[in-house]
Nanobody, 123 residues
Framework: VQLQASGGGLVQAGGSLRLSCAAS????????MGWFHQAPGQEREFVAS???????FYADSVKGRFAISRDNAKNTVTLQMNLLKPEDTAVYYC??????????????????WGQGTQVTVSS
């Protein structure tokens, strides 16, 4: 499974960005997908996930601001980020798991990772 993330950039606080992750190899519709971010000097943290069945789960810090979705026909998962805050600044990674049972917010359950895309929110 190969993952390619895109869509990062520089935005002012209160603005929006849309991240995309394109998957190749395997059967995308059978993957659980997640987004994580990592700020300098900090550990990688969970942001959002979507199961193969479309169930979504969010970190408390992004609830009501971010939305994750998937398009199985296009093999992509998208993270719509609204009302961005400076503390959202980080490298964002998409991840995939083929496990049928996993803890969505735990990065250890995702064996496949994209290369990361930088999101910078200025105040």
């Amino acid at each position: 499974v190969q993952l390619q993330a895109s869509g990062g950039g520089l935005v002012q606080a209160g603005g929006s960005l849309r991240l995309s992750c394109a998957a190749s190899g395997g059967t995308f519709s059978s993957y659980g997908m997640g987004w994580f971010h990592q700020a300098p000097g900090q550990e990688r943290e969970f942001v959002a996930s979507i199961s193969r069945g479309g169930s979504t789960f969010y970190a408390d810090s992004v609830k009501g601001r971010f939305a994750i979705s998937r398009d199985n026909a296009k093999n992509t998962v998208t993270l719509q980020m609204n009302l961005l805050k400076p503390e959202d600044t980080a490298v964002y990674y998409c991840a995939a798991t083929t496990s049928s049972s996993y803890r969505a917010s735990d990065s250890r359950f995702y064996p496949y990772w994209g290369q990361g895309t930088q999101v910078t929110v200025s105040s």
